[in-house]
């Protein structure tokens, strides 16, 4: 699957992944399509034509990976929300790795319990899905509060670094404020993992319900067209807060679904992020993309 991704991304890292600093290499006139933000105002007043700055960029990136393993993600219908979790961080991983950059990660339970520090190489890679995957399930929590864990993570990166928050973003409320502080400093990336039976249940007749966190059981009816409704009208209301939450940080995210392709989820990202670096431009998004974004 790496050397998949690999050669389909090829061309790609640049929009993926970007360094984190830049350094001045020359000027030239504006041409149709350069980034408008790119533009040297004191070039182009003193000239009366638009110039451009053409930059060198650091290719060196350090990566943070924010793993939320509380008890919600242990959930799946098919594939546990976890699992896509793993999947992820070790392609992301070892394609970071492979180009020289350096990756770290912090843990959740209920609080921040576990954090590796950025390093590079394939042992590392190795090392940080072997505490992954040796680290036992939790049964049970008080309640997610990504809040927390947003603001532990500020404290410890402290050099600008791409993050990817990989969630569920089952959460209590006030996470939206640490979130907004942390894209402020670095780049964020969200990658919001869920299940289809997480927006819309089928009718399976009588069932328990059970909250993976608090246990809390519910015995549910889904044979009733207004139970079902009501739980899509409840998700859908919940699905508009998160992208809302998300736009006003202006954070990305990446969706994974438990029985989705990991491979065709990223490259439709890689193709987002490309297109939307071109919106500067005075371009716009395919419609098949403007729902996505």
């Known amino acids: 699957m790496i050397r998949r991704l690999d050669g389909m991304l090829h061309g790609d890292y640049r929009t993926l992944f970007r360094g984190t600093g830049l350094d001045l290499a020359d000027l030239r006139e504006y041409q149709?399509?350069?980034?408008?933000?790119?533009?040297?105002?004191?070039?182009?007043?003193?000239?009366?034509?638009p110039y451009v700055r053409e930059y060198h960029e650091d290719r060196e990136v350090t990566a943070w990976f924010l793993l939320d393993l509380s008890p919600s993600v242990d959930f799946g219908s098919q594939t546990k929300k976890r699992s896509i979790s793993t999947e992820f961080i070790t392609v992301l991983a070892r394609?970071?790795?492979?180009?020289g950059n350096r990756v770290g990660a912090l843990f959740?339970?209920?609080?921040?319990?576990?954090?590796?520090?950025?390093?590079?190489?394939?042992r590392h890679v190795l090392s940080v899905l072997h505490k992954l995957l040796s680290r036992p399930e939790q049964q049970r929590s008080e309640g997610t509060d990504l809040r927390e864990f947003l603001r532990a993570a500020f404290q410890v990166m402290r050099r600008r670094s791409i993050?990817?928050?990989?969630?569920?973003?089952?959460?209590?409320?006030?996470?939206?404020?640490?979130?907004?502080?942390?894209?402020?400093r670095h780049e964020v990336v969200a990658v919001r993992l869920y299940d289809p039976l997480?927006?819309?249940?089928?009718?399976?007749?009588?069932?328990?319900?059970?909250?993976?966190?608090?246990?809390?059981?519910?015995?549910?009816?889904?044979?009733?067209?207004?139970f079902r409704k009501r739980f899509a009208s409840v998700a859908e209301r919940r699905e508009r807060e998160l992208r809302n939450a998300l736009g006003r940080a202006g954070v990305d995210c990446l969706e994974l679904a438990t029985d989705g392709d990991l491979v065709n989820a990223l490259m439709r990202f890689a193709d987002l992020r490309k297109r939307r670096s071109r919106l500067a431009a005075g371009g716009s998004l395919p419609k098949h993309l403007e729902k996505v974004a």
């Open 95 to 99: 394609l970071l790795t492979r180009q």
């Open 163 to 184: 993050v990817f928050i990989v969630s569920d973003f089952f959460s209590k409320p006030g996470w939206a404020e640490p979130l907004a502080m942390l894209a402020q």
């Open 198 to 226: 997480e927006r819309e249940l089928p009718d399976m007749g009588m069932l328990v319900m059970q909250d993976s966190e608090t246990g809390e059981q519910l015995f549910v009816d889904t044979h009733d067209k207004g």
């Open 32 to 49: 149709y399509h350069d980034d408008v933000r790119h533009i040297d105002w004191n070039v182009t007043a003193r000239l009366q034509t």
């Open 108 to 122: 959740y339970g209920d609080h921040v319990d576990t954090v590796i520090p950025a390093r590079s190489g394939r």
